[in-house]
């Protein structure tokens, strides 16, 4: 008989140490570390990060 997998495995609420935004002329989303401000992922489908704060723009 089949089982489920193993719970408490995965990402549990909001990654800390990060943070998006939103770039208009590629419009794709960009992750960055809020310690060092390096670059780390950009998302290809247009669609925001989960659990990675939004930051504010002036």
Do not use: W
């Amino acid at each position: 008989m089949a089982k489920n997998a193993i719970s408490g495995h995965g990402r549990v609420g909001r990654i800390k140490s990060r943070v998006q935004s939103f770039n208009p002329l590629t419009r794709q989303y960009v992750e960055s570390n809020t310690l060092t401000g390096k670059f780390l992922n950009v998302k290809s489908d247009g669609k925001p990060f989960k659990g990675v704060r939004r930051h504010k723009t002036k």
